[in-house]
């Protein structure tokens, strides 16, 4: 896998050896394309976070924050390695590092969403196991966890098999959906709390 854009673009990060399923280049450059507005400067949070290359290339791409999350161990080895590699660490900085604020929680994406009730992110990207979107009313519970750590206009992105649809929920609004082959980024927003009280 490599970089898709920014100041790293064409720099290579390592997969986990498992059935972590990393989000293509095309979907990346897609993803980014229509983030172009938001990315820069902004807080943005990682689940399912896998390899890391998704927040790595928010990172490429000016994000003042990132936050990575991921439960597996061995995953999560390869995922610091990455974020080591590009960010660099206290004990040995990068030599061309990003100026970033970077981190990485190893915990299940909802407990770690759980434990955060305060909006403190302007993009959220989630990546969850595809056969995970497939369990009834999964997709709804994981929007439900994500609206607290979610800044006023901010934007949650969802992937996930084209044929498994994540619908929006209370207080929801499904902004955009855009296919690449087999997979689906859904992209959701809150409602403001105007409108949602008219409702």
């Not at 059935?19 to 980014?32: E, H, N, S, W, Y």
């Not at 610091?80 to 061309?96: F, H, I, Q, S, Y």
């Not at 100026?99 to 992110?121: G, W």
């Amino acid at each position: 896998m490599r970089i898709s854009g920014g100041k790293w673009r064409g720099r290579t990060v390592r997969v986990p050896d498992s059935q972590v399923r990393p989000t293509q280049d095309m979907v990346r450059q897609a993803l980014f394309s229509m983030l172009i507005e938001r990315v820069a400067g902004a807080a943005f949070l990682d689940l399912f976070a896998g390899s890391g290359v998704v927040g790595l290339d928010a990172a490429s791409r000016g994000a003042a924050q990132v936050c990575w999350v991921e439960s597996d161990r061995g995953v999560g080895r390869v995922l610091r390695a990455n974020v080591a590699a590009l960010c660099g660490t206290p004990e040995a900085p990068a030599a061309d590092p990003c100026d970033c604020e970077a981190s990485i929680v190893a915990a299940d994406a909802f407990r770690f969403l759980e434990s955060s009730k305060y909006p403190a992110f302007d993009v959220v990207f989630a990546d969850p196991p595809y056969d995970r979107i497939r369990e009834l009313g999964w997709g709804a519970r994981l929007l439900a966890a994500i609206a607290p750590v979610l800044k006023p206009g901010g934007v949650c992105i969802i992937e996930h098999c084209v044929r498994d649809a994540v619908r929006e929920t209370a207080g929801w609004v499904s902004s955009r959906r855009k296919t690449y082959g087999e997979t689906e980024l859904s992209f959701f927003e809150r409602q403001s709390f105007e409108h949602a009280d008219s409702e």
